[in-house]
């Protein structure tokens, strides 16, 4: 099992509605969590940190972190056309941060 | 200043050349990093440095030389490159062992290699 894994999508959504992007990982022991997105061609840029179990939100965000089920989610609300680009998981492993392959989400107006 | 600065932004080199690029961090952080992304393609750890010592070298081939001279600056040395080296390549820092290890990254560097 990869340390970080995603669904690579595309993920489609009509503009307005609700994005729900997923990640799973491998280390029990992991304590926190980081969504990036990344659009074509520009370097990723961090959107949301979760660290405690439950949900975390900021703005039109919200991260989910489930230790139990080693599960971690970000939801978009009211999706525009300008969240169209890849969404990057990512979690602290010893001395280095792991990055998820990406989910490409695509919102249409 | 920003916080991670990478140079040149965009690069173009013979398979024949030398080259070099550059990061610098201003975030007080003691981790930095070396990611390869070729087009279409995720995020390719390349080289991670903790507290100036080299911790991660993920068989990257001896023609990607890294140097970290101090924690604020990291260079990837290029040599006899192939084309099918030409990505986008980013640099990142961290503070490694703080419980917000969240990677901020710089603005890469677009190498072409012909």
């Known amino acids: 099992q990869k340390e970080v894994e995603q669904n690579s999508g595309p993920l489609s959504v009509p503009e307005g509605a609700i994005a729900s992007l997923n990640c799973t990982y491998s280390?029990?022991?992991?304590?926190?969590f980081f969504w990036y997105r990344q659009y074509s061609g520009k370097s990723p840029e961090l959107i949301m940190s979760i660290y405690s179990n439950g949900d975390k939100e900021d703005g039109r965000f919200t991260a989910q972190l489930n230790k139990a089920s080693q599960y971690v989610s970000l939801l978009i609300r009211d999706s525009q056309p300008s969240d169209s680009a890849t969404y990057l998981c990512?979690?602290?492993?010893?001395?280095?941060?792991?990055f998820g392959a990406g989910t490409i989400l695509r919102v249409k107006s | 200043e920003t916080g991670v600065t990478q140079t040149p932004r965009h690069l173009v080199m013979g398979m024949t050349n030398k080259k070099s690029l550059k990061c610098e961090q201003h975030l007080g952080h003691n981790a930095m990093y070396w990611y390869k992304q070729s087009a279409k393609k995720p995020l390719e750890l390349m080289f991670v440095y903790s507290l100036e010592e080299r911790v991660e070298n993920n068989s990257v081939p001896s023609r990607f030389s890294p140097e970290c001279p101090n924690s604020s600056h990291l260079f990837l040395h290029l040599h006899t490159l192939q084309p099918e080296d030409s990505a986008l390549y980013l640099c990142?820092?961290?503070?490694?062992?703080?419980?917000?290890?969240?990677?901020?990254f710089g603005q890469g560097t677009r190498l072409t290699v012909v």
């Open positions: 990512a979690a602290p492993y010893g001395n280095k941060l792991v």
């Open positions: 990142a820092s961290s503070q490694f062992g703080h419980p917000n290890t969240e990677a901020f």
């Open positions: 280390d029990r022991g992991s304590q926190s």
